[in-house]
T-cell receptor, first 109, second 113 residues
Framework: SQQGEEDPQALSIQEGENATMNCSYK?????LQWYRQNSGRGLVHLIL?????REKHSGRLRVTLDTSKKSSSLLITASRAADTASYFC?????????FGQGTTLQVKP | DAGVTQSPTHLIKTRGQQVTLRCSPK?????VSWYQQALGQGPQFIFQ???????QRGNFPDRFSGHQFPNYSSELNVNALLLGDSALYLC????????????FGQGTRLTVV
């Protein structure tokens, strides 16, 4: 079963705009990870945030984690056409990853 | 440094048949997990292998079985294939069982007809 919900399910923006995706989960976690998937192929790891962290940055990516609300958000700034992909959050407690349904992002040139 | 490699990339099988998928983990990784991803869904955890033993298992029937070899590579076997087994099967590797980022292979696209 899925861990939680991702919102929105689909997002379409213009190049240069920011994209924000949200993820909610149900159980306690050790860490939360975000992945990108292009065209139904393998997942690429983007960023990992531990349960004792509140915010993390990596390049154009910013992730926040609110364990009291059991939610996380991924912000992609200054989006590019190459950012078009599906984005998944995944929670980890015992080493297995539990994924959400994903957000499909389309960035129009 | 080779990442996670999976074979084959595509496979077509008939209902009732058996299939074996293979995965070589990223160099230095000792833990392999398998995931099933149906079209339009997030990946679902099947099981995890560490030190050649199944350590965790998701909500999948016994038709799904696996193995890990001494070189840390792994196989996923599915018996008595059903149409509903059609999916992308992903292999992921990490080091030490938990707590770090997972590296995924490109997946095997299984179609059951």
């Amino acid at each position: 079963s899925q861990q939680g919900e991702e919102d929105p399910q689909a997002l379409s923006i213009q190049e240069g705009e920011n994209a924000t995706m949200n993820c909610s989960y149900k159980t306690s976690i050790n860490n939360l990870q975000w992945y990108r998937q292009n065209s139904g192929r393998g997942l690429v790891h983007l960023i990992l945030i531990r349960s004792n962290e509140r915010e993390k940055h990596s390049g154009r990516l910013r992730v926040t984690l609110d364990t009291s609300k059991k939610s996380s958000s991924l912000l992609i700034t200054a989006s590019r056409a190459a950012d078009t992909a599906s984005y998944f959050c995944a929670t980890s407690n015992t080493g297995k990853l539990i994924f959400g349904q994903g957000t499909t992002l389309q960035v129009k040139p | 440094d080779a990442g996670v490699t999976q074979s084959p990339t595509h496979l077509i099988k008939t209902r009732g048949q058996q299939v074996t998928l293979r995965c070589s983990p990223k160099s230095g990784h000792d833990t392999v997990s398998w995931y099933q991803q149906a079209l339009g869904q997030g990946p679902q955890f099947i099981f995890q292998y560490y030190e050649e033993e199944e350590r965790q298992r998701g909500n999948f029937p016994d038709r799904f079985s696996g193995h890990q070899f001494p070189n840390y590579s792994s196989e996923l076997n599915v018996n008595a294939l059903l149409l509903g087994d059609s999916a992308l099967y992903l292999c992921a590797s990490i080091f030490g069982g938990a707590g770090t980022e997972a590296f995924f292979g490109q997946g095997t696209r299984l179609t059951v007809v």
